[in-house]
């Protein structure tokens, strides 16, 4: 693995086009679920993305050679272009080169936030062991990793036990067409580090990803370091600065694994403020899996409701609950198009209510019938509906005192 260089978000990710694309095909693809409900029950079921949803995808290679496609001019007489007949003829596209297993060799590529050391290269570990975990700068280009095909996966965390959700992840799932294939769920161990011999009473600032300042913030109070915090983009990193500048009044909060790396020595262990402390990763990918029933699963859908009424979220819960149907979470975030819904009252004046996107989380396969009757219902009160994903639920043994290294071993995905 290039360990060292983390992707940037450079020029060459930049591609607004596609990204307006599948902006638009998100919500035509939730519309055309308004046809028949037999048409939104089996695009449920299936989860199926058209060609035209996706990312440009590269040449794709036969027997290691990247295949020419024919020119896009069909006036061209086909004779001028083509190269002579020779031996060696390609064999043509099988269903099988279009699997959406790597085509590039046998390890699967693994993109997540952050550089080596973060926890969520732990969870890319945990999802997929032995990967080829790809460091990413940022949320959104480890998204736009997958899209591009630089990835086969992007691991990345939606909530934490202590810090609650993700929001800006949340965001990205609605503005991107990847799919939900999975999710682990990591106990997050961690470590104050420092460059070896710096003792605690020096210390002027704490440095780490907001979440895990978050997540220790009573403890280094009790621990007596009432010193500066700061924010970085994420532990391993925050760790990495403090070795690379040779920072003796900083300490780091990161996992034993950074110390490691970045050769820093653990002040203190375990220094989160609840011993289960808990972050959920999600998995994602370019295509969905087959829902199936033969084990749990887990479905993660997200909707909206854009006229006046009442109780949207009543029908909702009880659309589940009426085919006993769990729930696992609802978020709520706002409607980024239109964030304020504008009511008159002759009156008194002009109302103005938020607008949000709902997210919930239910203990179903799509392949269920209680799930599809459940959404074909809910589909007839809301105005946008997509399902993110529908897929095997973590269902590993709780272990809270496992250190949170990517050596752990299971995995709740599609493979
Ligand atoms: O900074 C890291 O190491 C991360 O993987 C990010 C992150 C997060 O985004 O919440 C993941 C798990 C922990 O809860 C703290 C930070």
Redesign the pocket.
Known sequence: MEAAAAIRNTASFASPAPRIRLARSASVAARAGSSSRGDWQTACAILSSTNDNQAPAPAPKVNGQTTKLAPPDATTPASLDLAPATTNLKRPLSISDLAPAPLHGAQLRVAY??VPG???EAAAGKAYPNCDAIPCDQFEVAFQAVELWIADRAVL?VE?SL?GS?HRNYDLLLRHRLHIVGEVQLP?HHCLLALPGVRRELLARVIS?P??LA?CEHTLTRMGLNVAREAHD???GAAQHVAAQGLRDTAAI?SARAAELYGLAVLADGIQDDASNV?RFVMLAREPIIPRTDRPFKTSIVLAHDREGTSLLFKVLSAFAFRDISLTKIESRPHRHRPIRLVDDANVGTAKHFEYMFYIDFQASMADVRAQNALAEIQEFTSFLRVLGSYPMDMTPWDSTAPSSASSTSSSSDQ
């Open positions: 936030q952050g973060a926890y969520s965390p934490n810090g993700i997050v990803h979440q895990a997540q994420d532990t391993a990161a972050t």
